[in-house]
């Protein structure tokens, strides 16, 4: 279920505003987590993003921030295991989880909208629920995945013919 608007009071902005770099510091260093969603910090040295509330600390020349969790993933960050900021709200439901899982264990593999119907899943179903939880379609989510993947590989040194995008 997507998070209420009136949760937090940062959510009640307007979406032409945006917040400055100094609030979005001050939020995630105060572990402020009703900036969760608002916006997400990466962190350039490890290649992940983050939750304002996640207990990582970087250093502040280190990070990075961004409106969604779409701009950070094409931007080459991968979600932290720690905060998990793609898991709005809690847990994914089986379905998504079970696609997201297929995912993360062959990045370099595209899920169909035939393979995924053949999983139980309407192509309709997981668009609308990506769109309503990350503010991107399911390919855009799947994509993104990929390109931070490649991202890191690159970043730790494989040369870029072995790199899969």
């Not at 250093?59 to 779409?70: D, G, P």
């Amino acid at each position: 279920m997507p998070r209420s608007p009136t949760s937090n009071p940062a959510s009640l902005l307007s979406p032409s505003l945006s917040l400055s770099r100094a609030e979005m510091e001050h939020a995630f260093y105060a572990k402020d987590a009703s900036y969760d969603g608002v916006f997400f910090v990466a962190v350039k040295t490890t290649g992940i993003f983050c939750l304002p509330s996640c207990s990582a600390t970087p250093k502040r020349e280190n990070v990075e921030f961004f409106l969604s969790a779409r701009e950070a993933m094409f931007a080459g960050y991968r979600p932290c295991k720690r905060c998990q900021p793609l898991d709005v709200n809690g847990a994914p439901p089986r379905w998504a989880k079970m696609l997201m899982e297929r995912v993360e264990n062959k990045p370099d593999e595209k899920i169909t909208a035939r393979e995924m119907a053949n999983l139980g899943v309407t192509p309709e179903r997981a668009r609308r629920w990506f769109l309503d939880h990350y503010g991107m379609t399911f390919a855009e989510w799947q994509r993104g995945k990929r390109l931070a993947e490649a991202f890191t590989q690159i970043r730790n040194g494989s040369p870029l013919d072995d790199v899969v995008f």
